[in-house]
């Protein structure tokens, strides 16, 4: 299960970086997703073309200077637990995860590439959410849309007794086997795979919804990634788990039903989640500061 790839990737360095480029480089880490406008020019001023996107992580490298998620491992995972509590981040180095990387290129018939899905694919399995060691950031859509899908697998293990009463981090390990099943084989592995079209679409529902509670997220950004969403789905990335049409137009109605369903919540509602701070986007203060005292 993987976070695609926006269509625009961008990748640059800068030959002689400023000093200052290593400061913006840790407030670019601290904030997370902080892909503003404001942020580009700023940037862009400094180390022109800069800016890179790795999967779903807005981020940006410079010679010498590459940071990783992994230095806020402890971070990230507090925000996927938030969703999921079994959830645990680790990364794509694993020999599991390369062993799946040619899987899939065989089973998709070379279109998904390992490299494509070791570098710019975010994964789940069971509770375990692996991001690609070299992302600098990872948005909090996509936290949010990996810890759905550790829910589902924990949902799965209820049909595996007795092993499923076992607690829920055994449940999102031996959900594995019926996930597979739906995820990978319902009805068929290519073309028309209900069930991975369906697991998918539940999982980012479940990020426009909270992206939109909590204001990291805008009607125009759920659209805009509902577009692009059902494209990956319905490509080769995803075995074309369902026809095009079909898919863009689920997906389209599945956001402005989400739209619909947030706008409809009280102001104070709204105003109450985004204070809450539960999963925000960009945090009023420094994370790693908040890890230490904690």
């Given amino acids: 299960m993987a976070g695609p790839q926006p269509k625009t990737s961008y990748r640059s360095s800068c030959a002689n970086p400023l000093p200052l480029v290593a400061e913006l480089a840790r407030i670019n880490k601290i904030l997370s997703v902080s892909n503003t406008g404001e942020h580009r020019g700023i940037m862009d001023a ?18 010498g200077d590459a940071l990783s998620w992994v230095e806020n491992r402890d971070y990230y995972q507090s925000l996927a637990q938030g969703v999921c509590a079994s959830s645990k981040l680790t990364t794509k180095d694993h020999w599991v995860w390369h062993a799946g990387a040619w899987f899939l290129c065989v089973m998709t018939m070379g279109q998904m590439k390992p490299g494509q899905f070791l570098n710019d694919y975010a994964s789940t399995l069971g509770p375990i959410q692996a991001f690609p060691r070299q992302w600098t950031t990872i948005s909090h ?11 589902q697998f924990e949902f799965a293990g209820w049909f595996v007794p007795p092993l499923c009463l076992l607690g829920p981090r055994v449940r999102a390990w031996v959900g594995i086997l019926p996930m597979v099943l739906a995820y990978g084989l319902f009805p068929l592995p290519l073309f028309y795979c209900w069930g991975r079209k369906q697991l998918e679409l539940d999982a980012e529902q479940q990020a426009w919804r909270m992206g ?11 659209r ?16 074309r788990a369902w026809p095009h049409e079909w898919t863009v ?46």
């Fill in 46 to 63: 400094i180390c022109p073309g800069s800016l890179v996107r790795f999967g779903e992580s807005a981020c940006f490298f410079c010679s």
């Fill in 249 to 294: 137009q689920q997906f389209q109605s599945t956001a402005e039903a989400v739209i619909s369903s947030a706008a409809s919540r009280p102001d104070h509602e709204r105003s109450a989640d985004s204070a809450a701070g539960g999963h925000p986007d960009e945090p009023q203060t420094d994370p790693l500061d908040e890890n230490r005292s904690q």
């Fill in 224 to 239: 805009r990634r509902a577009l692009e969403f059902a494209a990956s789905v319905s490509s080769w990335h995803y075995g």
């Fill in 141 to 151: 859509r996509l936290l949010v849309h990996e810890a759905r899908h550790s829910q």
């Fill in 212 to 222: 939109l509670q909590q204001g990291w997220m805008t009607d125009a950004d759920v």
